[in-house]
């Protein structure tokens, strides 16, 4: 019963910005770290934002360093991505990632993806 929703992604204007949200349920959320990944058309799932478990620590792909910004409330199960500078190159569909260690690895869980359209 893990579900990871994602929302906010819209068309957008080169330039513009637009902040996603992605709320987690069924699952001990502080315990996860969290992350955006995007695809575009043809392309590889790419990571673009990874935040720690506690929000103490972030990453950022180079294409968006400087552009967004990662954030997470523990208390709200919600993870957000903040967009801005909006590139065409940044149109895709964004999704919402939870890690965490096993025994045996890492269990990830995903969101459905939200699209994300940067044009004029």
């Known amino acids: 019963q893990v579900q990871l929703e994602e929302s906010g992604g819209t068309l957008v204007q080169p330039g513009g910005s637009l902040r996603l949200s992605c709320e987690a349920s069924?699952?001990?959320?502080?315990?996860?770290?969290m992350g955006w990944y995007r695809q575009a058309p043809g392309k590889e799932r790419d990571m673009i934002a990874t935040?720690?478990?506690?929000?103490?620590?972030?990453n950022y792909a180079d294409s968006v360093k400087g552009r967004f910004t990662i954030s997470r409330d523990n208390r709200k199960n919600t993870v957000f991505l903040q967009m801005n500078s909006l590139k065409p190159e940044d149109t895709a569909v964004y999704y919402c990632?939870?890690?965490?260690?096993?025994?045996?690895?890492?269990?990830?869980?995903w969101g459905q993806g939200t699209q994300v359209t940067v044009s004029s």
């Open positions: 990632n939870a890690v965490r260690r096993a025994s045996t690895g890492f269990v990830n869980y």
């Open positions: 069924g699952l001990t959320f502080s315990t996860y770290a």
């Open positions: 935040i720690t478990n506690t929000g103490a620590g972030t």
